[in-house]
């Protein structure tokens, strides 16, 4: 049997709410029920980054395999619904947030994602990793690839 390969753009411009904190709709139940691998791609149009922050993606798809390691005190990793890091093409005028699908390591999925109201957030490389990044994008797409196992 082929494995098929479903491909996922969510663009900020569409969505609802803030750029660093936009939420989406799809229905999930479009794509079969059974595991992948999950890869994306990320483009921000230019802007001028001042911050020179790590800037991480989070959008929850029901991944449970993926943990943040907290500091020796916790004695916890946290589940958390990471999907990858950002690169910075530098600071100042004209600079733009990237990545490509080789970037970042695939997340497993067990099976499609159950929520179809879905949440991107683009926070620092922070203690609890929920500081925006800031200045935010003002614009970008996502582009998420879901590969069956």
Known sequence: MVKQ???FIFNSEIGTGATINESFF????????VPYTATFMFLSCSS?????AISNVFMD???SNTFIAMPTSARLAQQSNYLGSLRSSGTGNYNFLYTNELDNPPIY???RPRSNNISISINQNGVNQTTPVGPEPVKYTLSLCLREC
Do not use: A, E, V
Request: glycine share 10%; hydrophobic share 30%.
């Open 5 to 7: 390969i479903y491909n």
């Open 26 to 33: 799809f229905d999930w139940s479009r794509i079969p029920d």
């Open 48 to 52: 001028t980054l001042t911050n020179t």
């Open 61 to 63: 798809l029901g991944q």
């Open 109 to 111: 999925l067990n099976g």
